[in-house]
């Protein structure tokens, strides 16, 4: 077995240069591509390769485990992409869900007035009294159902899950026999045509949702909302983000949209600052009430035991599934000195990381390779592995630091006479001796440490 060297110090403060090393990382390790890079590339998509569908498949399940899986109260729903024009008028979404456009008469480039650091001064080419008076751009993207491409077969991709929920809410009431407090959750896709899609992953026009609408009784919406907000912070310290790059900010009364009367932000502080997460907002009874006027439906809870009916109100909690995944990845990197060079590592939660452990035959030795893919077959069942036998051993032990596994499994020479490996930990670079009787015995008790 080759030996490191002690890790060093982390370097302290914030590193300036840590965004463009991070996606440098995301393109170099296989977590997001550009998409359609062969042809130039399509701005704000992106693809995620092997790592990044695996890390955002582990962030959108603990997400599922946290709200659905160990909560009686909330049960799960799927809704369609596509919706008529119905939907999207009664939320409110066709006349208010909008955006200040600005034309730069010089340079041509279009801007969110509300984002510009000075209002007349256009950000690409400096000039002054060049920026055209604001106007409502519509974020909603349309297409047509059908082969006629008229007004009559007019459909929009959806912006946000909820409304898929809110249209729902009588068939999940009768089919799951919840009553207020409870709540339906989903993952799942949506579409912004933003004006300005910037930070990487952070806003795109094609992102994924991870939303919960709790519908309670109308008295305990103050009471429920605070709880939300508390334990939607407490899930990203849960799983590993440091509290002093968190924060709770609640919306003033002018920054509130239309249907809320409470609305607070996670807030994160990316390499660019702070910037949004997550909002919970108390959208009170505006969605159940508007779907119920326009479709013509009664849209409310009759609770028989105290004969009283009533439309519940809504807590939201809604997440971003990729700004969560960048959050995270941005709160695990971290370089440190080992012996004259450095090493970078993702620091991520063993839950979160894209491989939970790699098996690695010291080399391409034919008398290695069967005995470390036996080791492999031993654990993929129980935890997502990774297999890695080109290269030297430092070089692969990099590598894995670098995508954040945290157990590197080792298959050598003594093995073949011991049966036993050594397992490397990827934060103290500690190395342990384990039979491979009891080799899952041990990931899972370092894993769970």
């Given at each position: 077995?080759?030996?490191?060297?002690?890790?060093?110090?982390?370097?302290?403060?914030?590193?300036?240069?840590?965004?463009?090393?991070?996606?440098?990382?995301?393109?170099?390790?296989?977590?997001?591509?550009?998409?359609?890079?062969?042809?130039?590339?399509?701005?704000?998509?992106?693809?995620?390769?092997?790592?990044?569908?695996?890390?955002?498949?582990?962030?959108?399940?603990?997400?599922?485990?946290?709200?659905?899986?160990?909560?009686?109260?909330?049960?799960?729903?799927?809704?369609?992409?596509?919706?008529?024009?119905?939907?999207?008028?009664?939320?409110?979404?066709?006349?208010?869900?909008?955006?200040?456009?600005?034309?730069?008469?010089?340079?041509?480039?279009?801007?969110?007035?509300?984002?510009?650091?000075?209002?007349?001064?256009?950000?690409?080419?400096?000039?002054?009294?060049?920026?055209?008076?604001?106007?409502?751009?519509?974020?909603?993207?349309?297409?047509?159902?059908?082969?006629?491409?008229?007004?009559?077969?007019?459909?929009?991709?959806?912006?946000?899950?909820?409304?898929?929920?809110?249209?729902?809410?009588?068939?999940?009431?009768?089919?799951?026999?919840?009553?207020?407090?409870?709540?339906?959750?989903?993952?799942?896709?949506?579409?912004?045509?933003?004006?300005?899609?910037?930070?990487?992953?952070?806003?795109?026009?094609?992102?994924?949702?991870?939303?919960?609408?709790?519908?309670?009784?109308?008295?305990?919406?103050?009471?429920?909302?605070?709880?939300?907000?508390?334990?939607?912070?407490?899930?990203?310290?849960?799983?590993?983000?440091?509290?002093?790059?968190?924060?709770?900010?609640?919306?003033?009364?002018?920054?509130?949209?239309?249907?809320?009367?409470?609305?607070?932000?996670?807030?994160?502080?990316?390499?660019?600052?702070?910037?949004?997460?997550?909002?919970?907002?108390?959208?009170?009874?505006?969605?159940?009430?508007?779907?119920?006027?326009?479709?013509?439906?009664?849209?409310?809870?009759?609770?028989?035991?105290?004969?009283?009916?009533?439309?519940?109100?809504?807590?939201?909690?809604?997440?971003?599934?990729?700004?969560?995944?960048?959050?995270?990845?941005?709160?695990?990197?971290?370089?440190?000195?080992?012996?004259?060079?450095?090493?970078?590592?993702?620091?991520?939660?063993?839950?979160?990381?894209?491989?939970?452990?790699?098996?690695?035959?010291?080399?391409?030795?034919?008398?290695?390779?069967?005995?470390?893919?036996?080791?492999?077959?031993?654990?993929?069942?129980?935890?997502?592995?990774?297999?890695?036998?080109?290269?030297a051993i430092g070089r692969r032990y990099r590598r894995q630091d670098e995508i954040g596994t945290p157990l590197c499994v080792t298959v050598d020479f003594d093995t073949l006479d011991d049966s036993a490996v050594t397992v490397r930990d990827r934060d103290t670079m500690a190395q342990d001796r384990v039979a491979i009787d009891r080799l899952a015995d041990h990931i899972s008790e370092k894993l769970t440490a």
């Amino acid at each position: 077995m080759s030996q490191e060297d002690s890790p060093g110090e982390s370097p302290s403060g914030e590193d300036p240069g840590l965004f463009d090393k991070i996606v440098g990382l995301c393109k170099r390790r296989g977590f997001v591509y550009q998409s359609a890079e062969i042809y130039g590339g399509f701005r704000s998509a992106y693809d995620y390769g092997p790592l990044g569908v695996l890390l955002l498949g582990n962030v959108k399940r603990q997400w599922w485990r946290s709200m659905v899986q160990l909560r009686h109260d909330v049960v799960g729903l799927d809704s369609s992409i596509l919706s008529p024009p119905a939907v999207w008028e009664a939320s409110g979404h066709l006349e208010n869900f909008s955006d200040p456009l600005v034309d730069c008469r010089g340079c041509g480039a279009r801007h969110r007035a509300d984002k510009l650091a000075d209002p007349g001064v256009c950000p690409d080419c400096g000039r002054t009294g060049a920026l055209t008076e604001a106007r409502q751009f519509n974020l909603m993207f349309s297409t047509h159902a059908g082969p006629v491409a008229d007004s009559a077969a007019e459909v929009f991709l959806r912006p946000e899950t909820a409304q898929g929920t809110f249209v729902n809410f009588m068939n999940v009431l009768r089919t799951s026999r919840r009553r207020p407090p409870f709540g339906i959750a989903q993952i799942g896709k949506s579409f912004r045509n933003e004006i300005t899609p910037g930070n990487f992953v952070f806003r795109t026009r094609e992102f994924e949702q991870m939303e919960l609408e709790y519908f309670v009784p109308p008295d305990e919406s103050e009471r429920w909302f605070r709880y939300w907000c508390q334990d939607r912070l407490g899930w990203y310290l849960g799983l590993g983000i440091p509290e002093d790059r968190l924060r709770l900010r609640a919306h003033p009364a002018e920054e509130l949209s239309h249907y809320s009367s409470a609305t607070s932000d996670v807030e994160f502080r990316f390499p660019w600052g702070w910037d949004e997460l997550e909002g919970i907002a108390n959208r009170g009874d505006y969605d159940l009430s508007r779907h119920a006027e326009c479709a013509g439906e009664r849209i409310e809870y009759f609770d028989q035991a105290a004969s009283d009916r009533y439309v519940p109100h809504v807590i939201e909690p809604a997440a971003g599934a990729t700004r969560a995944a960048m959050a995270f990845l941005t709160a695990a990197y971290d370089t440190e000195p080992v012996g004259a060079g450095e090493r970078t590592v993702l620091r991520l939660d063993h839950r979160l990381a894209p491989y939970q452990a790699a098996v690695l035959p010291l080399s391409r030795n034919d008398r290695l390779v069967p005995t470390a893919l036996e080791v492999f077959d031993r654990l993929k069942g129980r935890w997502m592995c990774d297999y890695d036998e080109t290269q030297a051993i430092g070089r692969r032990y990099r590598r894995q630091d670098e995508i954040g596994t945290p157990l590197c499994v080792t298959v050598d020479f003594d093995t073949l006479d011991d049966s036993a490996v050594t397992v490397r930990d990827r934060d103290t670079m500690a190395q342990d001796r384990v039979a491979i009787d009891r080799l899952a015995d041990h990931i899972s008790e370092k894993l769970t440490a």
